[in-house]
């Protein structure tokens, strides 16, 4: 009789666990800021290997930065940000094209497990001619003529007119005199004669 006393082992592994990590949007306000009284910006966020809701960033008054994390991303994502909304701004003010730097990688963040990867979207304000929006074109501003050259209401023109019209006056009343003496002279003459 023939007995098989060997033994199979057969040893199981564990499966890899996945692994995850963040990205996170920096906002920056730069430029003429004071136009700036609050207000939210929406992003597209675009990943490799993960969907990813909207995301927005609400940046108070009297400030010019805020940043949101988006966690749960599988390690070895790439991602792409984009700016799909903006706050407001005052009259005479307008926002310029936004700018997104990915610290280094070409134009995109990779995630890593345990890590945050981090994008910078940067938004500069420019201020344009008061009351105006930058960019567009100011409505030309018309100068009224210098009040002496109005005639009527003008206090220059009324003054000289005034002597004009003294001297004027002054002229007929000189002429009148001088056609009016003679009459009594020639009278005189005709008496003499007669």
């Known amino acids: 009789q023939v007995t098989d006393t060997a033994q199979a082992t057969v040893t199981?592994?564990?499966?890899?666990?996945?692994?995850?990590?963040?990205?996170?949007?920096?906002?920056?306000?730069?430029?003429?800021?004071?136009?700036?009284?609050?207000?939210a910006f929406t992003f597209g966020v675009t990943c490799v290997g993960a969907q990813v809701a909207p995301q927005t960033i609400r940046i108070?008054?009297?400030?010019?930065?805020?940043s949101v994390t988006i966690g749960g991303l599988p390690a070895g994502a790439s991602c792409t940000v984009s700016e799909t909304g903006k706050a407001s701004l005052a009259t005479?003010?307008?926002?310029?094209?936004?700018t997104v730097g990915y610290g280094g990688t070409a134009g995109r963040a990779t995630i890593a497990a345990n890590a945050t990867a981090k994008v910078a979207v940067e938004n500069p304000v420019?201020?344009?001619?008061?009351g105006t929006v930058a960019g567009e074109t100011a409505t030309p501003q018309v100068t009224p003529p210098a009040t002496d050259s109005l005639v009527?209401?003008?206090?220059?023109?009324?003054?000289?007119?005034?002597?004009?019209?003294?001297?004027?006056?002054?002229?007929?009343?000189?002429?009148?005199?001088?056609?009016?003496?003679?009459a009594p002279a020639r009278a005189r003459r005709r008496n003499?004669?007669?």
């Open 126 to 130: 420019t201020a344009g001619p008061k």
């Open 12 to 39: 199981v592994g564990t499966p890899p666990q996945p692994q995850y990590g963040s990205l996170q949007i920096d906002k920056t306000l730069t430029g003429s800021t004071g136009g700036f009284s609050g207000g």
């Open 192 to 194: 003499r004669r007669g």
């Open 60 to 66: 108070p008054a009297g400030s010019t930065t805020g």
């Open 152 to 182: 009527p209401g003008g206090t220059s023109n009324d003054a000289s007119n005034g002597l004009l019209i003294l001297l004027a006056a002054m002229g007929a009343i000189v002429l009148m005199l001088g056609l009016v003496r003679p």
């Open 92 to 98: 005479g003010y307008a926002w310029g094209n936004p």
